[in-house]
Nanobody, 120 residues
Protein backbone atom coordinates (compact mmCIF):
# COMPACT_ATOMS: atom_id res chain seq x y z
CA UNK A 1 0.00 0.00 0.00
CA UNK A 2 1.33 3.42 -1.05
CA UNK A 3 -0.60 6.59 -0.37
CA UNK A 4 0.03 10.25 -1.12
CA UNK A 5 -1.85 12.88 0.85
CA UNK A 6 -1.83 16.54 -0.18
CA UNK A 7 -2.61 19.49 2.04
CA UNK A 8 -2.45 23.26 1.92
CA UNK A 9 -4.91 24.16 -0.81
CA UNK A 10 -7.49 26.85 -0.38
CA UNK A 11 -8.76 30.22 -1.53
CA UNK A 12 -6.32 33.07 -2.00
CA UNK A 13 -6.36 36.44 -3.71
CA UNK A 14 -4.19 37.15 -6.73
CA UNK A 15 -0.70 38.09 -5.62
CA UNK A 16 -0.91 35.94 -2.52
CA UNK A 17 0.93 32.79 -1.55
CA UNK A 18 0.15 29.20 -0.63
CA UNK A 19 2.32 26.27 0.35
CA UNK A 20 1.23 22.79 -0.67
CA UNK A 21 2.57 19.71 1.06
CA UNK A 22 2.44 16.04 0.17
CA UNK A 23 3.36 13.06 2.33
CA UNK A 24 3.97 9.60 0.90
CA UNK A 25 3.47 6.58 3.12
CA UNK A 26 3.25 2.82 2.90
CA UNK A 27 5.55 0.10 1.63
CA UNK A 28 8.11 2.48 0.13
CA UNK A 29 11.64 1.35 -0.59
CA UNK A 30 12.61 4.40 -2.60
CA UNK A 31 11.18 7.33 -4.52
CA UNK A 32 12.87 8.64 -7.63
CA UNK A 33 11.04 11.70 -8.92
CA UNK A 34 8.25 13.53 -7.13
CA UNK A 35 6.16 16.24 -8.66
CA UNK A 36 3.11 18.41 -8.76
CA UNK A 37 0.54 18.53 -11.54
CA UNK A 38 -2.57 20.65 -11.87
CA UNK A 39 -5.85 20.42 -13.72
CA UNK A 40 -8.26 23.24 -14.42
CA UNK A 41 -11.91 22.42 -15.19
CA UNK A 42 -12.24 20.96 -18.67
CA UNK A 43 -8.48 21.00 -19.18
CA UNK A 44 -5.68 18.44 -19.35
CA UNK A 45 -3.69 17.58 -16.25
CA UNK A 46 -0.37 19.37 -16.78
CA UNK A 47 3.05 19.31 -15.17
CA UNK A 48 3.79 22.09 -12.69
CA UNK A 49 7.13 21.04 -11.20
CA UNK A 50 9.23 17.95 -10.56
CA UNK A 51 12.18 17.13 -8.36
CA UNK A 52 14.46 14.09 -8.37
CA UNK A 53 15.89 12.33 -5.33
CA UNK A 54 19.15 14.16 -6.04
CA UNK A 55 17.41 17.52 -5.98
CA UNK A 56 17.26 18.38 -9.69
CA UNK A 57 14.18 20.47 -10.46
CA UNK A 58 12.08 21.25 -13.49
CA UNK A 59 9.30 23.82 -13.77
CA UNK A 60 6.60 24.63 -16.26
CA UNK A 61 7.38 27.92 -18.00
CA UNK A 62 4.21 29.47 -16.59
CA UNK A 63 5.39 29.09 -12.98
CA UNK A 64 9.13 29.72 -13.26
CA UNK A 65 10.25 32.38 -10.83
CA UNK A 66 7.06 32.10 -8.78
CA UNK A 67 6.90 28.49 -7.57
CA UNK A 68 9.54 26.46 -5.74
CA UNK A 69 9.47 22.70 -5.29
CA UNK A 70 11.38 20.99 -2.49
CA UNK A 71 11.51 17.57 -0.85
CA UNK A 72 12.67 15.79 2.26
CA UNK A 73 13.91 12.36 1.19
CA UNK A 74 14.05 11.04 4.75
CA UNK A 75 10.40 11.91 5.37
CA UNK A 76 9.13 11.12 1.85
CA UNK A 77 7.54 14.52 1.56
CA UNK A 78 7.42 17.12 -1.18
CA UNK A 79 6.28 20.72 -0.99
CA UNK A 80 5.34 23.42 -3.47
CA UNK A 81 5.74 27.03 -2.40
CA UNK A 82 3.53 29.16 -4.63
CA UNK A 83 4.12 32.92 -4.63
CA UNK A 84 2.54 35.76 -6.61
CA UNK A 85 -0.42 33.58 -7.48
CA UNK A 86 -2.47 34.39 -10.55
CA UNK A 87 -6.04 33.57 -11.48
CA UNK A 88 -4.88 31.06 -14.09
CA UNK A 89 -3.10 29.09 -11.36
CA UNK A 90 -6.54 27.94 -10.23
CA UNK A 91 -7.08 24.20 -10.38
CA UNK A 92 -6.80 20.93 -8.57
CA UNK A 93 -3.18 20.20 -7.68
CA UNK A 94 -2.05 16.58 -7.58
CA UNK A 95 1.04 15.14 -5.96
CA UNK A 96 2.88 12.44 -7.90
CA UNK A 97 5.66 10.02 -6.95
CA UNK A 98 7.62 7.38 -8.83
CA UNK A 99 7.76 4.71 -6.11
CA UNK A 100 9.58 1.41 -5.73
CA UNK A 101 8.01 -0.68 -2.97
CA UNK A 102 9.74 -3.14 -0.63
CA UNK A 103 8.25 -5.90 -2.79
CA UNK A 104 10.10 -4.43 -5.81
CA UNK A 105 6.94 -3.12 -7.42
CA UNK A 106 7.15 0.05 -9.46
CA UNK A 107 4.23 2.40 -8.86
CA UNK A 108 3.22 5.73 -10.29
CA UNK A 109 1.39 7.02 -7.24
CA UNK A 110 -1.03 9.95 -7.14
CA UNK A 111 -2.67 11.88 -4.36
CA UNK A 112 -6.35 12.71 -4.21
CA UNK A 113 -5.78 16.34 -5.19
CA UNK A 114 -6.14 19.62 -3.36
CA UNK A 115 -8.07 22.56 -4.75
CA UNK A 116 -6.36 25.92 -5.21
CA UNK A 117 -8.61 28.83 -6.09
CA UNK A 118 -7.07 32.21 -6.91
CA UNK A 119 -9.52 35.08 -7.04
CA UNK A 120 -9.06 38.35 -8.92
Amino acid sequence: QVQLVESGGGLVQAGGSLRLSCAASGSIFSINAMGWYRQAPGKQRDLVATITSAGSTHYADSVKGRFTISRDNAKNTVALQMNNLKADDTGVYYCNADVTTYRARSLDAWGQGTLVTVSD
